[in-house]
């Protein structure tokens, strides 16, 4: 089998640094920071000695799992720790009564845990168990990697052959920020820094529509996880093709969330909502999962006077996103990201976060589409993986995100919140207009 080589010194690339400034955000808020988790509902224990010993592979050929993220003047580096930290922890509940209870305040202790930045294991493996409930909950911290990252963490876990596994290893080439980057000239890469501060520019012309139910401090990050059945499910993937087209499936969700928020709340302040998306850089089939967070940002908005109609919504949010790709907003954030990762912290979070008309925070909620998950394979160590669900840390405000993905034909619902800003009442009486939206009802 192929290892890599041992860590000595990895610097941040600048998407790494980005998701490390809302890391700092975060812990500014007296939050646990940048964690994030990614679950398997399993219906029984799974094969414990065999998933160790699957594990203790995965750290010999990734040894930046048990590095410890360092500062240096400015800059942030993966560093080796003298000696490896513990990845994988069990959980065991034995009362039926209390079961429900343990599964929510496990893995809300899990992602609500804090620790200073050095001391803080970048990756973490937790299985629950309990008399009718089992799960797996990969808790990673987001400057190690993205979503797609964990998805392919679990993947190689899964995978049976030696041979196989070998191939999930580290790229021998920069960053894909940077690799981007080096196809444009000096020239053309100070034409896209202009075009994406002109593009900022005009996302700040309205300011953003913010909920909360509480003026109170942050306290903890809560959610609430919920599934469409598989015919729910073909039904909003018929309004999404209609009305989006086939490519335009992660903005009929959150024109959707738009307009469920508008419902719920139509005289929440603000003139228009604003969210920021995440777009995917890694090639199709690429299995590194790792020291990379392969990401670029877009942002969808649709100021209030739209809301009402719901063809008219997704047409411009259509139109919003065609010309976004004709114009290549897409590729100029990049030198935009990597001028911020020369940034202090604070002062990249700042120009993130708050608007350049009047300095309130810039987003009205965040959101993730996973989409299909398809390399998670049905058997994970003997157990049948019979849902997934996924969560992060969200700065406040806005306080609210939504993360998506469908896995064996359901789409899943992660509403991630931070308390006391929400509670489950609002959440569940959001998801409700949010069901009705995406069948058309």
């Known amino acids: 089998m192929k290892h890599t080589s041992p860590l000595i010194e990895q610097a941040l690339n600048p998407a790494d640094y980005f998701t490390l400034a809302i890391d700092e955000a975060l812990r500014l808020e007296n939050m646990p920071g940048n964690l994030c988790g990614f679950g398997l509902e399993l219906d029984k224990q799974p094969d414990v000695s065999e998933l160790c010993t699957r594990i203790l592979e995965f750290m010999q050929q990734f040894p930046e799992v048990t590095a410890s993220l360092q500062q240096q003047g400015r800059r942030f580096f993966w560093r080796q720790r003298p000696e ?92 894909l920020v940077q690799a981007q980057l080096a196809k444009y000239s000096w020239w053309r890469k100070l034409r896209f820094f202009w075009q994406a501060y002109r593009y900022i520019r005009r996302l700040d012309h309205y300011r953003s529509i913010q909920h909360r139910q509480s003026l109170d401090a942050p306290k903890r990050l809560h959610a609430l996880t919920f599934r469409l059945t598989e015919t729910q499910t073909q039904q909003v993937a018929e309004h999404s093709r209609r009305l989006t087209g086939l490519t335009g499936t992660s903005l009929y969700y959150i024109g959707c969330l738009m307009r469920a928020l508008h419902k719920l709340e139509p005289d929440a302040p603000g003139e228009a909502y604003l969210a920021p998306y995440a777009f995917n850089l890694r ?32 047409a411009h949010l259509k139109e919003q996103y065609a010309q976004t790709l004709k114009q290549q907003l897409d590729q100029a954030f990049f030198p935009t990201m990597w001028a911020a990762s020369f940034l202090p912290l ?14 309130s925070e810039r987003s009205s909620f965040w959101f993730s589409d996973i989409g299909q998950l398809d390399s998670v394979e049905r058997n994970f160590f003997g157990a049948d993986i019979t849902g997934v669900f996924h969560t992060c840390q969200v700065t406040s405000p806005p306080g609210l995100g939504l993360l998506m993905c469908k896995y064996r034909g359901q789409l899943t619902l992660n509403y991630n919140f931070v308390e006391p800003l929400f509670n489950e009442t609002w959440i569940k009486q959001l998801h409700e207009r949010m069901s009705h939206e995406l069948l058309g009802q």
């Open 283 to 314: 090639k199709q089939k690429a299995l590194t999962p790792l020291l990379g967070n392969h990401l670029g940002t877009l942002f969808a908005q649709a100021p209030k006077a739209l809301l009402d109609n719901r063809e008219q919504l997704f």
């Open 346 to 359: 604070v002062k990249h979070i700042k120009e993130l976060r708050a608007s350049y008309k009047d300095g």
């Open 84 to 175: 490896p930290q513990q990845l994988f922890y069990q959980h065991h509940c034995s009362s039926i009564e209390s079961e429900t209870f343990f599964f929510q305040t496990t893995i809300s202790q899990i992602i609500n845990h804090h620790a200073p930045r050095e001391s803080l294991a970048p990756i973490e493996f937790h299985l629950l168990t309990g008399p009718n409930r089992h799960a797996l909950l990969l808790r990673w911290h987001h400057p190690l990697c993205d979503a797609r990252g964990a998805e392919l963490i679990l993947k190689y876990l899964c995978t049976e052959s030696l041979e196989q596994r070998a191939l999930f290893d580290q790229p021998n080439t920069p960053s």
